[in-house]
């Protein structure tokens, strides 16, 4: 019996009319049991805990209660469970909002959450919430829920709850909630896993892409499952798109979770036709005696101006600013001064844009009035008193808080997971009845290096796809191949110091490569780049989305026959 688990939002913002799309899509033989979706990130829980200091009833993704407005209906009518993490960091608020919503439709909706992922907070934290697991989810749907509301919850268990509550698994059916924790890492982020972000989308017709379709699996008793959408959507399902998705935000062989540990390097990847990708092969282990905390507090204030650079001289221009900028800086100096020097320039240019440069400035400090009318003032005297030609690309404001993002762990049996059932009653959720504490997994035997032969200096990209991703201030870059012999290429070549040599910011960073072999695929963990994570906004790119595609663009000797 055919579990069929849909997603419709990869995050806060995502496409609104996904979810009608999904219910109504399929036709009879496609049509969907679980709608899940995810709403929540890093940076989402710091911007609902800011909205709950405004207002206290606050605090969950108020999107998803007006997609529903119309989605709730639907889903009635087609018997479809609906399971979301929307609630954020009040998932009673939303339920209760949901219920009232349901009485104004005159839909019979039974609504269920689960709570006790938020943690007293510590002393500086606007929120604290551990990430628990699909049991909560599974009583709430064994009980009759129709929707079910979560915090924050991983985002594998949006669909390892509706899988433990149809098939029936116990907790230590390891290896088939190993193989949901997989699906529903594919499916979580909506359209990466349909043809969305894809390294390799100019082998495609563009119009597939214009438009992806939300990502469908169809989940076995077995723990198996087929990675597919609904017909007639854009997009794309093949081994690439699903490879890259599981490559996104992971690191090494285990992928630790609080209902299994899922082992990654078992994953098996196999095109069943078109738009479909079986995964199966999948092992798990016991999880971790310890549950993920994400901490989310305000680390302080920043600014930024960003000083145009056009035509001649720019190396000059842009030192002349800098010191007159640091001079009037000098008796209220920021805690964190940064400049980048973006040369977007480019000589002889047929347009002002295309012969500008732009210099950036960030500056964090753990108070206001640094990053405030300090930095604006000196900013804007300079207007007549600078290099020549000189603008910004906006007048600079005043200084605004921003967040950092910190992860610590705590004892499973610490956290006071709760299913709230539809009528109320409050069922505390066991932890599982084993753990196992996590340790590396030896370096896999590689495959047997190509012999040497003529090579050509190209882009890395031209044989390898990549997809690159944040977890807190570090980031993760996953590099693969699609053929045996690229594999035994790339596995020999990609080290960390040739990392290293290709992307010189990590040359200073601690950097793990972890090795995928039945994905094709090395997996690299950066630690730091990102400073204090997204919310801080260290870097141009503060949630590494293009890390990957730097890389891929990085020239290196490939040899000619791969080519």
Not at 45 to 58: F, W, Y
Not at 474 to 497: F, M, Y
Not at 501 to 528: C, I, K, Q, S, Y
Request: contains cysteine; negative net charge.
């Amino acid at each position: 019996m055919v579990l069929r688990i849909g997603n419709a939002s990869g995050f806060y913002g995502d496409r609104f009319d996904a979810v009608r799309e999904m219910l109504t899509g399929g036709g009879p033989e496609g049509a969907i049991d679980v709608l899940t979706g995810d709403y929540l990130a890093e940076l989402t829980m710091l911007i609902l805990g800011r909205d709950q200091l405004k207002d206290p009833s606050a605090g969950y993704a108020k999107t998803f209660l007006r997609q529903m407005e119309e989605g709730l209906g639907l889903a009635h009518e087609r018997g479809v469970r609906i399971v979301t993490n929307a609630g954020g960091l009040n998932p009673a608020g939303l339920a209760d909002a949901l219920r009232a919503l349901a009485a104004k439709l005159g839909l019979p909706i039974r609504i269920a959450h689960v709570e006790g992922d938020r943690l007293p907070p510590t002393r500086d934290a606007l929120a604290a919430n551990a990430y628990l697991g699909g049991a909560g989810i599974a009583a709430c749907l064994a009980a009759g829920a129709d929707v079910v509301v979560t915090g924050r919850v991983t985002d594998a268990a949006l669909v390892t709850g509706p899988a433990q509550w149809h098939f029936g698994w116990g907790p230590e059916e390891y290896d088939k909630l190993a193989g949901a924790v997989v699906a529903g890492h594919v499916l979580e982020c909506g359209t990466q896993a349909t043809g969305g972000n894809y390294a390799f989308f100019r082998e495609h017709d563009p119009a597939v892409f214009r438009r992806p379709g939300f990502p469908v699996a169809e989940l076995h008793e077995d723990g198996s499952a087929v990675i597919t959408k609904h017909p007639g959507t854009g997009g794309l399902v093949d081994v690439g798109t699903v490879t890259a998705q599981l490559l996104y935000e992971t690191a090494g062989a285990r992928y630790p979770g609080p209902d299994v540990t899922a082992r990654l390097d078992t994953v098996r990847l196999t095109r069943e036709g078109p738009d479909r990708v079986r995964i199966d092969g999948v092992r798990g282990e016991a999880p971790p005696p310890t549950l993920k905390v994400g901490l989310s507090r305000l680390g302080g204030f920043r600014n930024e101006v960003v000083f145009v650079l056009t035509g001649l001289d720019i190396e000059e221009k842009a030192g002349l600013v800098r010191a007159q900028i640091e001079d009037a800086l000098a008796n209220g100096r920021p805690r964190e001064v940064r400049w980048e020097l973006v040369r977007t320039d480019r000589p002889d240019a047929g347009t002002e844009e295309t012969a500008s440069a732009l210099l950036r400035l960030v500056v964090r400090d753990p108070g206001p009035e640094a990053v405030g009318r300090a930095l604006t003032g000196a900013a804007i005297e300079l207007a007549l008193a600078s290099y020549p030609g000189f603008h910004v690309t906006a007048p600079p404001g005043k200084g605004a808080p921003y967040g950092v993002f910190e992860t610590a762990f705590v004892p499973a049996a610490d956290v006071p997971h709760t299913a709230v059932l539809p009528d109320g009653t409050r069922v505390p959720v066991p932890v599982p009845p084993r753990a196992r504490d996590l340790e590396p997994v030896p370096e896999p035997p590689l495959p047997e290096p190509l012999p040497s032969g003529p090579t050509r200096r190209v882009p890395l990209g031209r044989i390898a796809g990549a997809r690159s991703g944040d977890k807190g201030g570090d980031a993760n870059i996953g590099v693969w191949v699609r053929t045996e012999e690229e594999w035994r290429w790339l596995a020999h070549t990609l080290t960390v110091s040739k990392l290293a040599e290709l992307l010189p910011e990590t040359v200073d960073l601690a950097v793990t490569r972890h090795v995928l072999p039945h994905l094709r695929a090395l997996n690299f963990t950066v630690a730091g780049i990102l400073g204090e994570g997204v919310a801080s906004q260290a870097r141009f790119d503060p949630q590494a989305k293009a890390l990957g595609e730097w890389l891929r663009s990085r020239e290196t000797d490939i040899p000619e026959g791969l080519l």
